[in-house]
């Protein structure tokens, strides 16, 4: 080739070592070659060198690779099948994905000689931890699908017919809770497979995975895959206590008594709604039994020496200047409100010792009607999940009210509050045993598991909250954020309570959105800025007692609570009717105000503060938590004005924000 004939090779910079093949001279030969055959010589050398790694190395990884996609939708089908609630398929798709995985350990095993070249070693360890891992995470699923597979269908599972087939409804639920013992203890052994998983996610360092090639996104997993070992570990860790006596809490060996209370969310409270009724529910061995049932008005009054009104009753709460029981849930946090209100709970004339409380809202009701064919009848009334265009909502909600809240006689010198409330006064107690007895009659495969992960919906959006007497069984509660608890948390955190005190059910027809923004000035200080926009789109009631109407909506008298980290201080704030007030509770810095949304009107509330730390790595974790009885509110975050995520709150939520 022109322009390398000229070149000397052995005058030229380039002086390779002298070779002699067989001493015919073809090593002089070699010498006289041209730099670009000898470059063309030793490419070729290395795609050889290349392809024989590649039959031991990359053949191998590939055949790993496979392994592991097709373990993985395997996974995928197992998921699926218990998504489908099908407890019988699942089993069996738990076994082939144990196959898989097998097979994918034995490809790994067969490039074990990896662990001995240098970089190559610490990425085979991590795979050789990731397939451990998920081996203890097949036996714990094991272990769990065996132990709720004999309850397949009385949990309106599908799967192979248990041993609670025959005989009624309450004698399977009899039979379910007392055999409930010989299954708990194995909560024991998912425990055990739980640790093992995370003792091997804990020996692999993201940080080993370069942010390029894909490895950022492995990265992300791997640490998502530990955040979430240990969350499953330490669920099941602080679980445990409360599935080991649910036997002993649903009434096996003997009897126990709870307090259900109703609270009406379509009139907000700290808690969840104003506590409107009440009922005494025994359990023996799993059926319920409703052994009274009332409305709180009569609980309430036959309870002597009552103390004080709080100043916040007395500030916003017309004409009332005792603390009632039925307004004594004024604490955001749930059992803080439930120690005051059994404290003026024993009091009463109608006492009755429990083993705990139970709070839920008309979401459950509405949810669970629904399920149940759309339709329940209580004392000869329909109820229904429909809505009713009197007042845009569920029919059951409308008719709940009509009963509990419209007098019956339109004189005045006879007809007070009480009076109008003692005339229905056990409806929802009726509705509530409605609801049980035509679960329980129906075949389980019918209602009962919808039903049932209905109630864990619910439960998780802080419609039912807990407050049970005994200590292991309230832990596990709370483990499961089924307390309303105000919780501790390492970072910001936000809680907006609020509560209705105008007699009204106008939460029934406001909207809410809540905005929150931050901004970070040059010394790393940052400053939050929260703006809640309220909206009442409908036209109001006619409110006139003498009329016999049903005033559902009228004025919103809102207090108003920011519950931010402890420490931070208020800058800035628009909106409140009084003079915004700032103190420290239940660990958290608290900034109170006051004000009214009208109908077919709007407010806008603002605050700005700064949060009590400054940006370390320039991200920052945040919860939020949801007040009970509240739903479908709309929040946006922003930093610098710049939107970031959006969201209906449905649940408490954490999330991580980019500064």
């Known amino acids: ?19 002699v093949v067989n001493g015919n001279g073809s090593g002089n030969k070699l010498k006289k070659m041209s730099i670009f055959k000898k470059i063309l010589i030793v490419f070729g050398i290395i795609i050889g060198v290349l392809i024989v790694f590649g039959l031991i190395l990359i053949s191998p990884a590939q055949r790993v690779y496979s392994d592991a996609k097709a373990t993985l939708a395997q996974v995928k089908i197992t998921v699926a099948a218990l998504k489908k609630q099908n407890i019988e398929e699942a089993s069996t798709e738990l076994n082939k994905t ?9 490809s790994l095993d ?16 991590d795979a050789q931890h990731l397939v451990k891992a998920g081996f203890y995470g097949l036996s714990a699923a094991r272990v ?3 132990s ?11 799967g192979k017919k248990g041993s609670f087939v025959s005989g009624t409804a309450s004698q399977r639920i009899q039979t379910a809770v007392t055999t409930m013992g010989k299954i708990t203890p194995h909560i024991d052994d998912i425990a055990v497979q739980m640790e093992g998983a995370k003792k091997e996610i804990d020996a692999i360092d993201p940080n080993h995975y ?3 090639f894909g490895g950022a996104k492995i990265k992300d997993n791997l640490t998502l895959a530990r955040d979430l070992v240990d969350q499953g570990v330490t669920f099941v860790s602080d679980a445990r206590p409360l599935i080991k006596i649910l036997p002993s809490l649903l009434g ?6 709870y307090l259900v209370i109703f609270q009406n969310d379509k009139e907000l409270r700290p808690t969840g709604g104003f506590i409107t009724a009440y009922a005494i529910f025994r359990i023996a061995n799993g059926v319920v039994h409703v052994e009274e049932a009332s409305d709180i008005y009569a609980l309430d009054a036959g309870i002597s020496g009552k103390e004080t009104a709080p100043a916040p009753i007395k500030k916003y709460l017309a004409n009332v200047s005792v603390l009632h029981l039925r307004d004594s849930n004024l604490s955001p946090d749930f059992i803080t409100s439930m120690e005051k209100f059994n404290s003026i709970y024993k009091k009463a004339k109608d006492y009755v010792k429990v083993d705990g409380i139970i709070a839920l809202d008309t979401s459950v009701l509405v949810s669970t009607i629904k399920i149940l064919d759309d339709e329940v009848y209580a004392d000869g009334i329909k109820f229904t999940s429909k809505i009713d265009p009197r007042c845009d909502c569920p029919q059951v909600i409308y008719q709940l009210e009509s009963l509990i809240s419209t007098p019956k006689s339109v004189d005045l010198k006879v007809t007070t509050l009480a009076a109008v409330q003692a005339q229905r006064k056990d409806i929802i107690g009726s509705l509530m045993y409605a609801i049980m ?5 129906s075949s389980p495969k019918l209602y009962w598991g919808p039903l049932f992960q209905d109630i864990l919906t619910q439960v998780q959006q802080k419609h039912i909250l807990f407050d049970i007497y005994n200590k292991d069984a309230q832990s596990g509660i709370e483990a499961l954020n089924a307390a309303g608890r105000i919780r501790a948390f390492d970072g910001d955190y936000l809680h907006i309570n609020e509560a209705n005190f105008g007699g009204a059910k106008s939460n029934l027809f406001v909207k809410e959105a809540v905005t929150q923004n931050y901004e970070v000035a040059q010394d790393r200080t940052i400053t939050k800025k929260i703006t809640i926009n309220y909206k009442n789109p409908h036209k109001p009631s006619d409110c006139n007692l003498e009329r016999g109407n049903l005033c559902l909506n009228a004025i919103l008298r809102n207090w108003i609570r920011i519950y931010v980290p402890l420490g931070s201080k208020l800058v800035d704030s628009k909106g409140s009717e009084v003079k915004m007030t700032s103190y420290d509770e239940l660990d958290k810095t608290v900034f109170e105000g006051f004000l009214t949304i009208r109908p077919l009107g709007s407010a806008e509330f603002t605050i700005s503060y700064t949060l009590p730390f400054k940006v370390k790595d320039g991200s920052l974790p945040l919860l939020i938590q949801k007040q009970p009885g509240t739903n479908d509110n709309e929040y946006t975050i922003k930093v610098k004005g710049s939107k970031i995520d959006s969201f209906k709150l449905l649940t408490d939520k954490e999330t991580i924000i980019k500064l």
């Open 98 to 106: 144990k196959e898989t995985l097998t097979q994918t350990q034995k």
């Open 252 to 257: 096996d060996p003997s009897d126990k008594k």
């Open 210 to 212: 370069p942010a390029i």
């Open 1 to 19: 080739m022109e322009g390398f004939k000229k070149i000397d090779l052995e005058t030229a910079p380039f002086q390779p070592a002298r070779i």
């Open 144 to 146: 769990l699908i065996d």
């Open 437 to 441: 007895e035509k679960a329980l009659k």
């Open 148 to 158: 709720v597979e004999p309850y397949s269908d009385l949990l309106g599972l599908k």
């Open 110 to 125: 067969a490039i074990d000689y990896l662990k001995y070249v240098p970089v190559a070693n610490m990425y085979y360890s």
